[in-house]
């Protein structure tokens, strides 16, 4: 018999449901009215199984010894509680997916760092609509059309240009 009786369930309900995203809710609900369904019926057996009357059986059964027999087997019997043989992989296993965890925290926390620089940045500079050419080409050297050091032609777009090479496009053979 288990060692211990299951009187509640181990699973933090509310937790779980904040992490649940809005289209599995209904699979988290059938899967929570489930597990509370298990948990009912085991609690409305009783705890002990119920005890056999032996002199009853002895005063009912005509054969020599069969009872007695029958009740030296019982009490022998002894169902073990399964050994726990997950527990360890599983501990295994959460350490290293919280090592993922402060990993991407870190790596995110990076990247918020970097993008709170670039905002700075792009807070600091004049309003689009307020700008001059010369102010975006301050801005923005690597997009600013520049006809001294790099003229373009109208429309000034990639493809216009004369040394363009179309990437996608498939080689010709003549």
């Known amino acids: 018999m288990a060692s211990r009786r299951i009187t509640k369930s181990a699973v933090n309900w ?20 489930k597990s509370d369904g298990y948990l009912r019926r085991v609690l409305a057996n009783p705890e002990q199984a119920p005890a056999i009357d032996w002199a009853y059986y002895k005063s009912k059964v005509p054969v020599a010894g069969m009872v007695d027999d029958f009740q030296k087997q019982y009490g022998a019997l002894s169902i073990a509680f399964p050994a726990d043989t997950v527990k360890p992989q599983l501990d295994a296993l959460e350490k ?8 991407f925290k870190t790596e995110s926390n990076a990247r918020i760092s970097e993008y709170k620089k670039q905002l700075a940045h792009i807070a600091s500079l004049i309003p689009y609509d307020q700008m001059t050419l010369e102010d975006y080409r301050d801005a923005y050297p690597e997009d600013a059309i520049d006809p001294i050091n790099k003229p373009t032609f109208w429309p000034h777009t990639p493809e216009e240009q004369h040394d363009y090479v179309d990437k996608d496009a498939q080689p010709s053979h003549h």
């Open 14 to 33: 509310a937790a779980l449901s904040e992490r649940v995203p809005e289209h599995q809710r209904a699979q988290f609900l059938a899967f929570k009215t």
């Open 96 to 103: 290293e997916i919280k090592s993922d965890i402060e990993k």
